[in-house]
């Protein structure tokens, strides 16, 4: 049987090349085989730290049995959702809509024309819980495609129009305003969670992009109700077993109200978000527990997802081998009283169990305990040395692939938690991470810049970016441009942001979620809703934007305009669901505002100026500091010294304040 997936760039795609399954990657060849065999096509959509991917693939892909009925009765095709995004909305929007649920592990039978005919998730070897098997699943598609052909060929073509016909209502014109603003205010108050921080009942995701509305709205009208709901949610996640107590960084969300148990994978995405959510609390309260969780998890993105190629990978696994060498979920995080006795000592020991909330009964599973910090704050030494014993541990797995979207957030993160605290070997990393996009990524060709999604160990992936790796990126090097001083990123991502408006723009401010040119798929993916990370609609809006303010450039304005018509219209009725996409139109009420610093880069009068800048809490305010009348940014055109002093200009809305030399003054000017 030949080995399809041995080549693959996805570590999900790596871990299912020594299966029984005859798998295929996504391609066209797939397809034509199952054409030629007259067999259905079964897609299988995960990501490698997913734990029941995992399950899945031990129970039924690495079975000989099950494996030996697939491949005799369909070509089975194996997609990493996080490498082809674009496969995995599309057949998951039809999932959702045909049982009302989604999720991974995704299995989809379709034609070998690519309509999907039946669907579900997880399927156990044996049936459980009015669940059928994986293996009842195989035979009863196999006998309906024997004996029903077309009526399963009449299922697969009615599901396609039906998704057709879902056209999105895009809101309208209009950019969302004040009466939008407190619609979308009063409906986060209603599903704010006034005991326990954050929105919803349980599980509870990190709401980074609500977050960064509600700080962006305070900071535009003062409203302390917005600054209150954003400051307790941080604090309770920062206290409760999401957070890593020893190591920083954040699990990708947790299973209860409490904040208690985690589900213990931890994602690029979630880190950057987060690491730029609690930066910018800081800025806005001075607030030390959010300074220091802003610094540590930036410093586990550094240490734990940094590549050898200077990029950030995609994922640490939920699973590890426990102390019996199971494999089991959260094994390399968790701790009983015991253990911590055997690391600290006795007294010690029984300190570290009061202050990290560890119990004899355990709040996780087998008496094991999630550490968190529900009092005082932990003893430096404490935390070392327990974090030292955790180090000798099995660890989790790690997806070593880089995905541009998600360096992309974490470039903008490391920089300006860089600039904050005054650590440049954090925006060393970010541009290490900048350059890598660049030489790796980027495809300079006569048509323009043409991005890559993937890739893994210095080699690209096969996949096209979609919007997301385009607006991302560009958010990443567009917050690099401020912070170092250096235009050549703001050029990359005007080449990046040009791509999105020749390619990915639609009828009425409308974007697609990937290219014109790309590859056709029975529904052409759009989605405007902010998830785990902002939807490619509205980081693009925010890109643009700021590359508008920057630039001056009256397209791209028009264009973030035009997408946030759907803030307009979602905002409302869904705030929870379209955060980053409120916080782009706060900015864009705002001005937003332009700084450019002028000065020479060796005055400590030029840092001054520059640190008050990019320390503004106005929102979506973009920064130049260069040399007087320099031509290293649009902004610094025609702005001389003042009085041979380095000097701010501030304007917004094409108005501008007088030109100051005092850093003071400069806040006053920005915050007022």
Same mark, same amino acid.
């Given at each position: 049987?030949?080995?399809? @997936? ?34 259905? =096509? ?15 693939? !031990? ?19 194996? =997609? ?71 009526? &399963?060929?009449?299922? *697969?073509?009615?599901?396609?129009? +039906? #998704? ?6 895009? %809101?309208?014109?209009?950019?969302? *305003? ?6 979308? #205010? ?23 992009? =609500? ?5 962006? !709205? ?108 199971? /494999?089991? +979920? ?27 909330? &560890? ?5 996780? +599973? /087998? ?7 529900? $009092? ?9 040395? @327990? ?70 160990? %210095?080699?690209? *992936? ?13 958010? %990443? ?7 170092? %001083?250096?235009?050549?990123?703001? +050029? ?15 009828? $009425? ?32 809006? $925010?890109?643009? @934007?700021?590359?508008?303010? /920057? ?29 980053? *996409? ?26 001054? @100026? ?63």
């Amino acid at each position: 049987m030949a080995n399809r @997936l041995a080549q693959a760039t996805s570590p999900y795609l790596l871990q299912h090349a020594d299966n029984p399954v005859d798998w295929w990657p996504w391609s066209e060849e797939a397809f034509e085989e199952a054409r030629r065999r007259g067999v259905p =096509v079964l897609l299988s959509v995960g990501y490698s730290s997913c734990h029941w991917c995992h399950v899945l693939a !031990h129970e039924s892909f690495e079975d000989e049995q099950t494996a030996a009925y697939m491949n005799e009765h369909f070509v089975s095709v194996k =997609v990493d959702r996080e490498e082809r995004p674009d496969v995995d909305a599309v057949y998951m929007e039809a999932l959702q809509a045909a049982t009302g649920q989604g999720g991974w592990p995704m299995s989809v039978f379709m034609t070998p024309d690519g309509e999907p005919f039946y669907f579900g998730t997880y399927f156990p070897p044996e049936p459980r819980q009015g669940m059928p098997s994986f293996r009842q699943v195989l035979e009863g598609v196999h006998a309906a495609w024997r004996d029903r052909r077309d009526e &399963v060929a009449e299922v *697969g073509a009615r599901i396609v129009q +039906e #998704l057709a016909g879902r056209s999105l209502a895009h %809101g309208g014109r209009g950019v969302p *305003g004040e009466a939008e603003f407190a619609q979308a #205010l009063l409906g986060l108050t209603r599903d704010y969670d006034e005991r326990y921080g954050g929105f919803g009942r349980a599980p509870k995701f990190p709401p980074s992009m =609500v977050v960064e509305f509600l700080l962006r !709205h305070h900071a535009r009208t003062g409203a302390e109700g917005a600054l209150q709901m954003a400051a307790d949610t941080c604090e309770a996640m920062a206290r409760g077993g999401m957070y890593d107590q020893l190591g920083g960084g954040f699990a990708r969300y947790a299973v209860d109200r409490e904040w208690v148990v985690p589900h213990f994978e931890k994602m690029l995405y979630d880190n950057a978000l987060l690491c730029r959510v609690y930066a910018h609390l800081w800025r806005t309260t001075g607030s030390e527990l959010a300074k220091r969780v802003a610094l540590e998890t930036a410093d586990f993105m550094v240490r734990e997802l940094r590549t050898a190629e200077g990029g950030f990978a995609s994922a640490l696994d939920a699973d590890s081998d426990d102390a019996t060498g199971r /494999h089991v +979920e959260g094994a390399f995080y968790v701790w009983t009283p015991q253990q911590l006795r055997d690391v600290l000592g006795d007294k010690d020991g029984d300190r570290a169990a009061d202050v990290f909330g &560890v119990t004899g009964d355990g709040t996780f +599973e /087998h008496g094991t305990s999630v550490l968190q910090l529900p $009092g005082e704050e932990a003893d430096p030494q404490l935390r070392a040395r @327990l974090l030292a014993a955790r180090e000798e541990r099995p660890r989790p797995g790690r997806d070593d692939k880089i995905v541009a979207a998600w360096n992309g957030l974490a470039i903008a993160a490391l920089a300006e938690v860089g600039a904050y605290f005054e650590r440049p070997d954090l925006i060393e990393r970010a541009t290490e991470a900048a350059d890598l996009l660049v030489r790796l990524h980027m495809d300079f060709s006569a048509q323009g810049v043409r991005l890559v999604r993937t890739s893994k160990d %210095g080699r690209a *992936g096969a996949n096209a970016g979609v919007l997301e790796d385009y607006a991302d990126v560009a958010e %990443g090097f567009l917050a690099l441009a401020s912070v170092s %001083g250096e235009g050549t990123w703001l +050029e990359f991502a005007g080449f990046l942001l040009d791509i999105v408006l020749d390619q990915f723009m639609a009828e $009425g401010g409308a974007l697609y979620d990937t290219a014109h040119d790309a590859e056709q798929l029975i529904r052409r993916p759009q989605d405007p809703t902010d998830n785990a990370a902002p939807s490619g609609w509205s980081a693009a809006a $925010g890109a643009l @934007l700021s590359y508008a303010a /920057h630039t001056g450039s009256e397209a791209h304005r028009a264009a973030a305009e035009g997408a946030l018509g759907v803030v307009k219209a979602l905002g409302p009725r869904a705030p929870r669901f379209i955060g980053w *996409g409120l916080a782009v139109a706060e900015a864009l009420l705002d001005g937003p505002r332009e700084v450019a610093v002028v000065g020479s880069q060796s005055d400590p009068a030029t840092g001054e @100026l520059h640190r008050a800048a990019l320390l503004t809490r106005a929102p979506g305010a973009v920064v130049a500091v260069g040399e007087a009348d320099g031509a290293e940014f649009p902004l610094l055109r025609g702005r001389p010294l003042l009085d041979g002093r380095p000097a701010a200009y501030v304007c917004r809305n094409f108005v501008c304040h007088a030109p100051t030399s005092d850093a003071d003054e400069l806040s006053r000017q920005l915050n007022g």
